[in-house]
């Protein structure tokens, strides 16, 4: 069984995936259960409540300025997905649309305030597999096999769609040129980062999640506002998805996958994942599982190694006092550039498998 504090890629292996219900609801599975992605596994009564929407950050206009672009006033109902504002023309039209349906009940300081309406919440498997256990009034677990990928931080939820990779090449950056209605409904793939212009692209084109090698930390206030999930692998900045990772996300290209930010409401997680489930047995990758021996692949995820690869040059655990004065357990890697470096085991993450 794979634990989230074990490995954190793994080409194979097996996952217990807990969704969970925002509210008390009713649970429509019971344990043994074969279920698909979209089947609807849960359901609860979500009461009104008032949700309030960074429109002029999401349009890069200035806050004072928002009334010029709405297309819908204070006490106008609107229905989920509606654009309710609207800045730009186009190729470069920048639109908002509402996140659920309700009425608008107030506008200040760039933001409107929406009273959404009450509404019934239905929660899908998201994942291909067996029940495994059943949480009285709150949810299920589900188990499965497949490729199991985590993150370093996710925000927005969860997401199910087909893994499509933007380009080729992990330098590869979401910018607006590079993203089209060929991407509708998908899971997005991007080898390095994505501009604030990239990402509202994407939401114009309906994409169901995006994972990016890392992201600008001053972009994350703006991701708070997408209407889809974005996940980055590596970390804040600049950097690209390793090669070995990246390689691992396009031989599941074209494969259905779930995205988890590890929040409440979603799945109860250490770090955010990414699972590609596997519909048949002879789909699993041949080959152990990943075991930390002389020669394993791997990848450092904190500085000052962010994001490199190398392989393990000594198998036999060791301990050593490090630079904040505390002594950890690690082994030495051999980066790919040649230089040999000490690893806490809790900065690897083991890549071996399935011919990375």
């Known amino acids: 069984m794979y634990h989230p504090s074990a490995f954190k890629v793994v080409p194979y292996g097996r996952v217990s995936l807990e969704r969970l219900l925002p509210f008390p609801g009713e649970v429509l599975v019971e344990p043994g259960q074969r279920v698909e992605p979209m089947d609807v596994v849960g359901r609860a009564h979500i009461p009104s409540r008032i949700r309030i929407l960074h429109v002029a950050q999401r349009l890069s206009i200035a806050a004072d300025d928002l009334q010029k672009y709405l297309l819908k006033g204070l006490g106008e109902r609107v229905e989920e997905g509606e654009v309710i504002a609207e800045a730009g023309r186009w190729p470069f039209r920048r639109l908002y649309r509402a996140p659920a349906e309700g009425r ?48 370093a931080w996710a925000m927005g939820g969860d997401a199910f769609g087909v893994l499509k990779m933007l380009d080729e090449a992990p330098e590869g950056r979401l910018v607006p040129e590079a993203i089209d209605m060929g991407y509708h409904g998908a899971i997005v793939v991007v080898g390095s980062w994505a501009t604030k212009e990239g ?158």
């Open 104 to 151: 608008i009940v107030n506008e200040a300081h760039g933001r409107l305030l929406l009273e959404v309406s009450p509404s019934t919440y239905e929660l899908r498997a998201y994942l291909k597999g067996v029940v495994t256990q059943v949480v009285s009034r709150r949810g299920v677990a589900i188990e499965t096999s497949g490729a199991i990928m985590e993150g």
């Open 199 to 356: 990402l509202g692209k994407a939401e114009e084109i309906g994409v169901q999640g995006v994972i990016l090698g890392s992201l600008p930390s001053s972009l994350v206030g703006f991701v708070s506002s997408l209407s889809f999930p974005v996940m980055i692998m590596e970390g804040f900045g600049e950097v690209p998805i390793s090669r070995p990772l990246f390689s691992l996300f396009q031989q599941h290209a074209g494969r259905e996958a779930c995205m988890t930010s590890g929040l409440p409401h979603g799945v109860r997680l250490l770090r955010p994942q990414v699972i590609v489930p596997f519909l048949r047995a002879e789909e699993a990758p041949r080959g152990e599982s990943p075991a930390l021996k002389e020669g394993t692949l791997v990848r450092l995820v904190r500085e000052p190694y962010l994001g490199k690869v190398g392989y393990v040059a000594s198998p036999l655990l060791q301990k050593r006092r490090v630079e904040w004065g505390v002594e950890v357990e690690g082994v030495e890697v051999e980066l790919e550039e040649g230089e040999r470096v000490f690893v806490p085991l809790a900065n690897l993450e083991l890549l071996e498998g399935s011919g990375l």
